[in-house]
Every structure is written in structure tokens, then in C-alpha cells.
């Protein structure tokens, strides 16, 4: 599977974002999809999450009521909708893939539970 994530950018504070992650090779075999960000100087930490037939939407505390993750099948895109972003929010957002077996709710915010990630897309919110 391969994730090609896309959508970062500058945005102010209080702005709004669409982030992508088109995924290609053997989609049918996805689980779980996952997005990670990680700051400067910090850990990689989980955003949110979404099972590929679309149930199970975890939320970091740090986004709930902000972040809306969702994914077209048809597509085989997962998109994170980012409203009312603050300078906090500034990292580099990564998408990640599970394949095979789905993730019990408990682990999905572990990236060592997926399989595959994305490049990174870059988000910097200004105050």
C-alpha cells in the first residue's frame, strides 16, 4: 500500500484545512486508517483514526469537536477536516495504514500498530 498525503499549508488561527491521503496498490486489503502528527522536537502523537468500512472514529482530546475524520471508498482517500485550527495544531500531519486485521479500539492510537505511512504534509497555523 502506498499513502500520498496532501493539503497542508500556512493557515491563521481560527482557519480551516482539508488534508488527503490517497492510498494505491492493495486497498482492498486496508483495516484501518490513521492520522499521526509530530511537532519539533516532539513524538509522533495520534489525531484520529477510522476503520476503512467507516465506524470507529477515535479523536485525540486535543482536536475533538474540531477534527472530522472521513474516507471515500471509492476514492480510497481518507480526509481530516481541520477547523478552527490553532498554533498548536502546527506539525506534520502523516497518514497511516493498516492492513490484514483490524486494530482493536484500545491500540489505534499507537502508530506502531499500522503498517504503512504517508509522507507527511506540513501544517502551520499562525496566531
Known amino acids: 500500500v502506498q499513502l500520498q498525503a496532501s493539503g497542508g499549508g500556512l493557515v491563521q488561527a481560527g482557519g480551516s484545512l482539508r488534508l488527503s491521503c490517497a492510498a494505491s496498490g492493495r486497498t482492498f486489503s486496508m483495516a484501518n486508517m490513521g492520522w499521526f502528527r509530530q511537532a519539533p522536537g516532539k513524538e509522533r502523537e495520534f489525531v484520529a483514526a477510522?476503520?476503512?468500512?467507516?465506524?470507529?472514529?477515535p479523536y485525540a482530546d486535543s482536536v475533538k469537536g474540531r477534527f472530522t475524520i472521513s474516507r471515500d471508498k471509492a476514492k480510497n482517500t481518507v480526509y481530516l477536516q481541520m477547523n478552527n485550527l490553532k498554533p498548536e495544531d502546527t506539525a506534520v500531519y502523516y497518514c497511516?495504514?493498516?492492513?490484514?486485521?483490524?486494530?482493536?479500539?484500545?491500540?489505534?492510537?499507537?502508530?506502531?500498530?499500522?503498517?504503512?505511512w504517508g509522507q507527511g504534509t506540513e501544517v502551520t497555523v499562525s496566531s
Open positions: 497511516s495504514a493498516k492492513v490484514g486485521g483490524r486494530i482493536i479500539t484500545s491500540q489505534v492510537r499507537e502508530p506502531s500498530r499500522y503498517d504503512y
Open positions: 477510522i476503520t476503512w468500512s467507516g465506524g470507529g472514529t
